[in-house]
């Protein structure tokens, strides 16, 4: 093994240790082939099943990629008219005082400045489209969006249209504890749960899925939605989905979306994207661990996953997936 590959592994596994997570896994693909893989572990802090390729993890609001790709479609299809569309146009079932001047745009871009008390209540931090801010109404609403568009949830699109012609496994909306599922340990003092949530969620947000099949999902995006030499989602989509969205921000520093995915354009200090990493990368993230970065220049696709929430580092968090992504983009630019 290269000695960079080794110290790409050691970095993941340090984190593990301590961010007190009980699992690890790191797949790496460059020019449509698994170049490095590394599990380590067990599937909860209160057992002893080892980490392995068919592990599914809890990929947490990585899920964020799966919506971004049905709101593409939706695009496609015409059934959505424009990024520009109020949300007001399609939906009725809120404030329109509160929403006022809410695009679809905005809420895919975290640029829709709304948020949710804890009785529900929703109100709005700052005009839309002013800043940036992450906050979970805007899945919620596009996750609602789309059902009011097809007629079903989009997990069922993806299911259909996508996962099925991949021959995904291992990727699924989980309801049910089972052996290959990997717990998400919230407390290292207690034990993990399995963190399941209704069918009827509507929020996708118990997707799981292995290391290798979100490395397969990103070299969907990588290669403009072709798989082994068929074109499973058209390309537009991807484009839709991987290519800056948001309208500029006054701060300069606040990161850059496209539908739901961080994309580099230049080095933004409040990105998740480290500055080292070419432009035209993207990236999703979930808070118990899952990263999915890709980089278009040296066609690479990197996936690394934990099962500790939240990632590693507090409110420094920001410099540690800069750090890896960092490391990471180097480690392979070498060899496209």
């Not at 980490?51 to 947490?60: P, R």
């Not at 801010?133 to 899945?139: D, L, T, W």
């Not at 030499?229 to 006054?250: A, R």
């Not at 080292?276 to 690394?304: F, K, M």
């Amino acid at each position: 093994m290269h000695p960079s590959h080794r110290q790409l592994i050691s970095y993941v596994s340090d984190i593990k240790e301590r961010n007190h997570s009980s699992a690890a896994a790191l797949v790496v693909m460059q020019n449509d082939k698994i170049i490095l893989e590394h599990y380590e572990g067990f599937h909860s802090n209160a057992e002893s099943n080892e980490i392995g390729i068919n592990s599914m993890f809890n990929i947490a609001s990585a899920r964020k990629s799966y919506l971004a790709l049905a709101i593409g479609f939706a695009l496609y299809e015409k059934k959505l008219h424009s990024l520009d569309d109020l949300i007001s146009k399609y939906l009725s079932t809120y404030d329109n005082n509160v929403l006022q001047g809410t695009t679809i745009r905005h809420l895919v871009t975290h640029s829709h400045g709304l948020n949710e008390r804890p009785d529900g209540l929703i109100y709005r931090e700052f005009n839309a489209g002013e800043r940036w801010a992450y906050r979970g109404i805007n899945v919620r609403i596009m996750t609602e969006l789309f059902k009011h568009l097809y007629g079903y949830d989009f997990t069922r699109l993806l299911k259909e249209r996508v996962f099925s012609p991949l021959g995904f496994e291992y990727t699924d909306w989980s309801t049910e504890a089972a052996k290959k599922l990997v717990q998400v340990i919230d407390n290292p003092d207690s034990k993990a749960d399995f963190a399941l949530y209704p069918s009827d969620d509507g929020m996708g947000s118990n997707l799981h899925t292995t290391a290798r099949e979100l490395a397969l999902w990103g070299n969907l995006h990588l290669n403009d939605g072709r798989h082994e030499g068929i074109q499973i989602v058209p390309k537009e989509v991807i484009q839709l989905c991987t290519s800056i969205q948001n309208t500029e921000y006054e701060d300069i520093h606040l990161p850059a979306n496209g539908l739901f995915w961080y994309v580099q354009d230049r080095a933004r200090n409040k990105s998740e994207i480290g500055e080292r990493v070419p432009q035209d990368a993207y990236q999703i993230l979930g808070n118990t661990g899952p990263l999915l970065l890709v980089i278009p220049e040296s066609r690479l696709v990197v996936v690394r996953m934990y099962n500790k929430r939240y990632n590693f580092g507090g409110d420094n968090y920001l410099h540690y997936l800069r750090e890896f992504s960092n490391l990471a983009s180097g480690t392979f630019s070498m060899n496209p």
